[in-house]
């Protein structure tokens, strides 16, 4: 079926409109980006102090005097923090992670509690067989992430009072380049040995004073490893929302492209369409003259 001329100079006005939110929404992702990649380098100084701290509480440590130290042989309750999003137009980004959290969840092959961020991610999660205890809104900006954070932390401790050790995992999206990134699974407690000696060695303290423990080696211990906590999981967050707005951003330049050529081939039968009528019409004017001369 041949459309009319005034068909194809609509679907080209709303293919300009659509243009044009596609265009703004690549610009807000772009700006997305960058601000919190930003965050994320600007809680290295905060990590390095939370790292002196650690230090301090492990010096001596044997692997058997903290509490925090993962034992040989003990029964762990697993937590996994999924990080997702809320909002489409991301490609694979959800179906990606969900990947790794499933096989990484039976590799362990023990009882788990997902806290997911996120309603997409929520309902990749149930549709593969894990179901999320509690489910977290995405933040919409960098100053949202700390109380999502807090409240997080504050779940994760209501878990712990539970369990005598408890095994906390994270789930999420770090952007690599540009506009790709790669799904990551990072075990967060209980610390190991391994880890320990690698603070005790790595992070020297400025002084040759050390700092006096005050409230007891394991509350101050627990106040610190909050802390690693919050930046670790404020990390992750971050990085998770750059990653989905690097993949936002790359859906919309993929949009752009199809309506740029969609746009071109209306046009060209568009003007080839009112070319045709143009002829038409002439040859009408031909005919009727050339009827009338006769």
């Keep these: 079926m041949i459309e009319t001329i005034e068909a194809l100079h609509q679907k080209i006005g709303k293919a300009k409109t659509l243009g044009s939110v596609v265009r703004t ?9 960058r601000q919190y990649e930003e965050a994320v380098r600007a ?3 905060y990590y390095h102090t939370i790292e002196l ?18 034992p040989e042989k003990k029964t762990l309750q697993t937590i996994a923090v999924v990080f997702g999003s809320d909002q489409g137009l991301v490609g694979s980004f959800n179906d ?3 990947d790794v959290v499933t096989h990484k969840l039976k590799e362990l092959s023990a009882r788990s509690i997902i806290l997911a961020v996120g309603e997409r991610i929520q309902s990749r999660l149930t549709d593969a067989g894990l179901e999320p205890k509690k489910l977290f809104a995405v933040p919409g900006s960098v100053d949202a992430i700390t109380p999502l954070v807090g409240d997080i932390l504050t779940e994760v401790e209501k878990l712990r009072e539970k369990a005598s050790m408890i095994e906390l995992y994270l789930f999420y999206n770090s952007p690599v380049s540009g506009e790709s990134y790669h799904s990551l699974s ?3 407690l ?3 040995i391994a880890w320990a000696q690698d603070i005790r060695h790595t992070v020297v303290w400025p002084t040759k004073a050390l700092p006096e423990l005050l409230c007891g080696k394991d509350t101050v211990q627990w106040a610190l490893i909050r802390e690693y906590l919050f930046v670790s ?3 992750a967050c971050a990085e998770s929302l750059a990653s989905e707005n690097a993949s936002r951003l790359a859906a919309m330049q993929r949009a752009e492209k199809n309506i740029d050529d969609m746009l071109e081939e209306l046009s060209r039968l ?5 070319q045709s009528d143009i002829d038409e019409e002439l040859f009408d004017v031909v005919s009727g003259f050339n009827a009338l001369s006769d």
């Design 190 to 192: 209980p610390l190991d």
């Design 53 to 70: 701290g650690l230090s301090a509480t492990l010096q001596g440590i044997d692997g058997h005097t903290s509490r925090f130290i993962k």
């Design 233 to 235: 999981l404020f990390k």
């Design 96 to 98: 990606q992670l969900t």
């Design 186 to 188: 990072i075990r967060l």
């Design 270 to 274: 568009y003007n080839s369409r009112r």
């Design 43 to 45: 809680l290295a100084d």
């Design 25 to 33: 929404m690549k610009a807000l992702a772009a700006s997305n980006i």
